[in-house]
């Protein structure tokens, strides 16, 4: 499989991840190139995006605060996307040697945009599992959040096996993917009618 890249290995780094909190300010990155670069910033934007959406729905702070929280939303999901993107150049690149046959299969789903569900699946365990260790809360409430976080971790083994089969797939030319562009177009000024009208 191309940069022996399996989904325990991606789980493993995510959830170390989480366990910190100083690399959500960029200064702690340990993956410098290639893929493994692309899939620690995806990460960490989905981290930081986690925390600006729980802000944003606060009620008890000025509609500015939560104009702010909004507007940092759109940077992080568009640089959340731009990482899904450069995931699937990565290895798309490394899979090039890899002719896919003319039965090959075309997955729907990118393996980046995989590595990005498993990268929020992991922020969803974390946080679940926080819920389940309060103490001001009602037995069911615990109870409620141990199923939950049950079922997450069932719904993350059967992603991350689905991903290492795509993988062993395009690496023997049985399946294959593409790079899929989100155009998010209420980013760009020349593409948002509100934007682009007030300009004119």
Not at 45 to 54: A, C, H, S, T
Not at 111 to 123: H, N, Q, T, V, W
Not at 127 to 153: F, G, I, N, W, Y
């Amino acid at each position: 499989m191309i940069e022996d890249l399996r989904a325990e290995m991606i789980i493993q780094f995510h959830d170390r991840k989480i366990s910190g909190t100083k690399w959500l300010a960029g200064g702690e990155a340990e993956c410098d190139s290639g893929v493994w670069h692309w899939i620690e910033e995806n990460h960490r934007y989905n981290d930081l995006l986690w925390n600006e959406e729980d802000k944003a729905r606060r009620t008890d702070v000025d509609a500015a605060e939560i104009a702010r929280c909004k507007r940092l939303i759109d940077r992080y999901n568009q640089k959340r996307n731009d990482a899904v993107e450069s995931i699937d150049e990565a290895l798309l690149a490394q899979l090039n040697a890899h002719e896919h046959g003319v039965d090959a299969r075309l997955n729907s789903e990118t393996a980046g945009a995989m590595i990005d569900r498993l990268s929020i699946l992991s922020l969803k365990i974390y946080h679940m599992r926080q819920q389940t260790l309060r103490l001001d809360v009602e037995r069911a409430h615990v109870q409620s959040c141990q199923a939950k976080l049950a079922r997450l971790m069932e719904q993350r083994e059967d992603l991350g096996a689905c991903f290492d089969r795509l993988l062993a797939e395009a690496s023997e030319g049985r399946a294959y993917f593409k790079v899929y562009r989100q155009f998010k177009m209420y980013n760009d000024p020349s593409l948002n009618p509100y934007l682009y009208a007030r300009r004119a």
